[in-house]
């Protein structure tokens, strides 16, 4: 028997903790115990000779393997079976690349009048029938992203939806929509059309802070700020049992400011159909100061009652890792991550007017990236690395890993340990 490649050992307070990123098994190391595992662990069968009790509760626990075991390969092959599955369908639209609205910090390259064609609304519908009925599907999840969606509701929008809807009743598949959307166009109207068609819905909508930092940033060509529609909609569509995650997009300046923004979007009866999301916006540098702001309003969260028990399974993937989630532009092209200006060169495929995708080189480099880079392969972390493809692409030829360093992984356990048990007090 082999010391697992994905034991830690951390301190917490005058004790040790045991860890394994891989099952997410813990055990406190009193009395020495550490000790021993530290002398021992390139040594099981010395370690089973003065101690069986222990290395006993270390074979059940998985901790310790047979000397054959190729940990990385199982893991990888379990993701992969995980990722080609048949059972779901991750569909992300862009309907446009166009928005109603500037926001000094967004990173996408907005097309003017840009809207899906009548020859890319057949390709998608094709794609979609062709997936619905030649494979097992027992759910799939429709996204629209963008740009702004709700630009295009009634013309391109609603019609999709409601033509997926019929192919998933008759082929008995749940269908569940979701929007990430500034909401200024989410109107009681377009809530009322939506609630008719008796599907599950879920929006992200960013808050820039209260009204006075939202309409600085977020405000019609005329200047006139959109907090007080974006508010109203928001509570109107929430009534109706729509579930809304709030994006709190903060900086050091605006960060406490979302007190208010909290005190206004809490103060409604359907209120557990919200969660907030702090996002430090990708040009802010991170601080200690703006830590302990982020902290602050977690407990300031937590104290109105707004903060909600997640389900944290331990193992963490990006939805663009996954093979059964693809992002389909308003022309066709194929990318894997919204998180992208969608330029031409990134494509990862092209979909046809068949329905089928024909994926290119950076498709293929981005499935290289998941599973053959040394450097995670060599990890005892890479069962909960938070690491999309989308970075490890810039790893292909690196020895090492050029994100964490050795020195950080604790703190990244620890982190993960409090995620996965509550309870637990780690230090």
């Known amino acids: 028997m082999k010391w697992s490649l994905y034991n830690f050992i951390i301190r917490n307070g005058s004790d040790y903790l045991l860890y394994n990123s891989l099952t997410n098994e813990l055990m406190a190391c009193v009395g020495g115990i550490n000790s021993l595992l530290n002398e021992y ?55 446009t690349l166009d928005c109603n609205l500037r926001c000094w910090y967004c990173y996408e390259k907005h097309r003017e009048g840009s809207t899906i064609h009548n020859d890319v609304d057949l390709a998608i519908k094709t794609f979609i029938k062709k997936e619905i009925e030649d494979k097992s599907l027992k759910s799939l999840s429709l996204s629209f992203f963008g740009g702004e ?12 939806i409601l033509y997926t809807k019929e192919l998933c009743i008759t082929h008995k598949v749940k269908l569940k929509c979701s929007f990430t959307t500034n909401a200024v166009l989410l109107t009681p109207n377009v809530t009322e059309l939506l609630a008719n068609t008796k599907l599950e819905y879920h929006f992200q909508v960013p808050f820039d802070g209260d009204r006075d930092f939202h309409d600085s940033i977020k ?38 400011s979302f007190k208010k923004a909290i005190d206004d979007l809490s103060n409604i009866d359907s209120k557990e159909n919200l969660v907030f999301s702090l996002q430090r916006i990708w040009q802010e540098e991170d601080s200690s100061e703006l830590d302990n702001k982020e902290k602050e309003m977690l407990l300031y969260l937590r104290n109105k009652g707004l903060t909600k028990p997640t ?19 308003y ?33 293929e480099k981005r499935m290289k990236a998941k599973y053959a880079l040394k450097p995670c ?19 292909i030829n690196e020895e090492k890993c050029i994100y964490i360093k050795e020195k950080d992984k604790p703190d990244i356990i620890r982190d993960h340990i409090r ?8 230090t």
């Open 219 to 256: 405000k019609h060509p005329n200047g006139t700020g959109t907090y007080d529609t974006v508010l109203q909609n928001v509570k109107y569509a929430a009534s109706k049992g729509f579930a809304f995650t709030i994006r709190c997009n903060y900086t050091d300046k605006n960060i406490l």
């Open 419 to 426: 995620r996965i048990y509550k309870e637990t007090d780690i």
């Open 377 to 395: 392969l060599e990890c005892n972390i890479l069962p909960i690395c938070m690491i999309c493809t989308q970075k490890r692409l810039k790893m």
């Open 41 to 95: 662990k390139n040594n099981m069968d010395g370690l089973k000779q003065i101690h069986s009790e222990l290395y006993n509760y270390l074979d059940a626990q998985k901790f310790i393997v047979s000397d054959e075991t190729d940990e990385a390969k199982q893991f990888i092959e379990h993701q992969k079976a995980t990722d080609t599955s048949n059972d779901s369908l991750r569909i992300i639209i862009n309907p």
């Open 331 to 363: 022309n066709g092209d194929i990318y894997k991550c919204t998180a992208n200006d969608f330029l031409p060169e990134k494509k990862e495929g092209i979909l046809n007017s068949n329905g089928v995708i024909t994926y290119n080189s950076l498709y």
């Open 149 to 160: 969606p709700l630009m295009h509701f009634r013309k391109q929008v609603l019609p999709l």
């Open 311 to 329: 389900e944290y399974k331990g193992i963490f993937q990006c939805y663009a890792d996954k093979e059964n989630c693809i992002v389909i532009n």
